[in-house]
């Protein structure tokens, strides 16, 4: 089984915060690609919250 099916299992993915620091540490992501991943996160989490805005004004 490969490394990457193994942490998909665990949870642990470049989509959250945990996952991304494991692939940093274990050198498999570097900062850069870290910090990358971070904004696509944050962005991510901006827009769920702009639809969830969008929809209590609908309501």
Do not use: P, W
Request: glycine fraction near 6%.
């Amino acid at each position: 089984m490969s490394d990457e099916i193994i942490e998909e299992e665990m949870g642990e993915t470049i989509y959250d915060e945990a996952g991304r620091k494991d692939l940093v540490e274990s050198d498999e992501m570097s900062a850069g690609e870290e910090a990358f991943m971070q904004g696509y996160e944050d962005a991510s989490e901006e827009d769920e919250d702009e639809q969830d805005e969008e929809e209590e004004l609908e309501n």
